[in-house]
């Protein structure tokens, strides 16, 4: 992928730390610590030792303990090592002492993860929300790191939109924290109209999640190339981590007739750094916010279960595990006849290859059915002190009646499914089910085609 020029830009070389702590099973430990070699690769290292501690806890003030890191430090002189990189975020302390006591740069996860976002954001928004990630990851650590700063600049862990600008002072960071908090809330409302525009035209969202490397951008061009009705430019998928950063949405023909809004983003991980989820949380948000999620399985892969749970871990800290779940098995193409996936949080499962398209078509019409039923007529009396719950029967539903009554406002709207459920303890009457006319959204002209480049 990357060339080693020895020369001028040679490959830098990296050494991985690992800390198994006691109580960690060792499949997930290790699949972890897999993974941090591919993170590393990806952001373009080389990664030429490992050295792992088996401990209780990690150390308070080095991470790993003292033998360890003599031990360490060895390892990095003898072999030229340009860089280690740590299995966790470190604390601001540990950052200092160990880089006081290694003789090359220190980094850690999350510096690597927030490295290969950087390298990978393309749209503004995207650029935008990994500087917030960054500044945030940064903030804490700059006391004491006056000298070390100016080691940024070049190479693995060190490339951003932000990275001239790092060697400024906290007051400055400040500063752009702001700045950027208010041009994402311009971004994000600009995205906010196409959302309503799209709620109003009844365009069924669905939205791929799924653990980075699952197959979602394969899968998505599939799609668009047999069914897309709109732009049909999509990049191909490749085998690499965090392949995807910002979001796709394409314009879809789903077997009956209807359009459908089919959206591609950014994959999960474990341990997904907070600063990230916290700056990325209103992109994972809007996809989270689709009529269905078709959750991308890798199925070949040895750890799927635990990649799986990663997802859903993910899903419920956004919130929205409140609707129709399709998992893909995806990759059969690698895996035995005979395997079958479970997923106890689907609504329903499927199998197919996306690379090959075997089990695309039948996809496409267990979409259909699941996205056709979903919208239910309600007739409910929410209470003033719940007028959250009013806003989002205004966002996401059709509104036919609505009165102040003396405890509470009197609500007759069309709603999807999840929304009728929340709405469960106010609601007059049962719900009733509509169908969305299956000719209705057939329309000549294109009925929305949102792709980020409306957002550059
Ligand atoms: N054999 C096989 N490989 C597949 C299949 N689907 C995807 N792949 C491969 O898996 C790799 C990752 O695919 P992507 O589509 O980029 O995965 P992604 O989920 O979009 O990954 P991120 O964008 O990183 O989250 C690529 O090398 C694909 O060619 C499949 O059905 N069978
Ligand atoms: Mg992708």
Not at 44 to 50: C, H, M, Q, T
Not at 236 to 242: K, Q, S
Not at 281 to 307: G, K, Y
């Amino acid at each position: 992928m990357h060339e080693i020029n020895e020369q001028q830009n040679r490959t830098e070389r990296a050494v991985l730390v690992g800390l198994r702590l006691n109580k960690q099973e060792d499949e997930i430990w290790t699949m972890a610590f897999e993974e941090l070699r591919g993170l590393v690769e990806t952001a373009g290292a080389d990664v030429i030792a490992e050295v792992v501690q088996n401990r209780g806890l990690p150390d308070a003030a080095t991470y790993i303990g003292s033998g360890k890191l003599a031990e360490l430090c060895a390892v990095i002189e003898e072999l030229g090592a340009d860089l280690v990189v740590f299995d966790a975020e470190l604390s601001p302390k540990h950052v200092r002492n160990l880089e006081a006591a290694l003789p090359c740069r220190v980094l850690d996860r999350t510096q690597i993860i927030l490295d290969i976002f950087a390298l990978r954001a393309r749209t503004r928004e995207g650029k935008l929300q990994v500087e917030l990630a960054q500044l945030n990851y940064l903030l804490p650590r700059l006391t004491g790191r006056g000298v070390s700063m100016s080691r940024l600049g070049g190479g693995v862990g060190t490339r951003g939109p932000g990275e001239t600008k790092l060697e400024t002072d906290r007051r400055y960071i400040h500063r752009r924290l702001v700045e950027l908090g208010r041009q994402l809330d311009e971004v994000r409302k600009h995205r906010e109209l196409h959302r309503q525009r799209r709620k109003k035209q009844e365009v069924p969202v669905i939205a791929f999640v799924g653990y980075t490397n699952a197959g979602k951008s394969t899968l998505m061009r599939k799609i668009v190339e047999r069914y897309g009705t709109g732009s049909k430019e999509v990049a191909e998928g490749r085998n690499r981590l965090f392949d995807t950063l910002d979001t796709t949405t394409r314009q879809v023909q789903l077997p009956d007739g209807k359009t459908a809004i089919f959206s591609d983003t950014v994959g999960f991980i474990q341990q997904l750094p907070h600063s990230l989820v916290k700056a990325f949380r209103s992109t994972l948000e809007e996809t989270a916010e689709a009529d269905l999620i078709v959750h991308v399985v890798d199925a070949s892969h040895p750890n799927c279960d635990v990649q799986m749970e990663t997802v859903y871990q993910v899903l419920a800290q956004l919130d929205v595990l409140n609707r129709p779940v399709l998992t893909a098995f995806n990759k059969i193409d690698l895996v035995p006849g005979t395997w079958i996936g479970n997923d106890p949080n689907a609504t329903e499962t499927i199998r197919l290859s996306a690379l090959q398209g075997d089990g695309v078509q039948d996809m496409m019409e267990k979409i259909d059915d699941l996205v056709g039923v979903r919208h239910l007529i309600v007739r409910a009396e929410v209470p003033y002190k719940e007028s959250a719950l009013v806003a989002k029967v205004y966002r996401e539903g059709r509104l036919f009646q609505e009165e102040h009554r003396e405890l509470g406002t009197f609500l007759h709207a069309e709603v999807p499914q999840w929304l009728a459920e929340e709405l469960r303890a106010h609601l007059i009457g049962e719900p009733q089910a509509v169908k969305v006319s299956k000719q209705a959204k057939r329309s000549d002209q294109m009925i929305f085609d949102m792709t980020d480049s409306t957002l550059q």
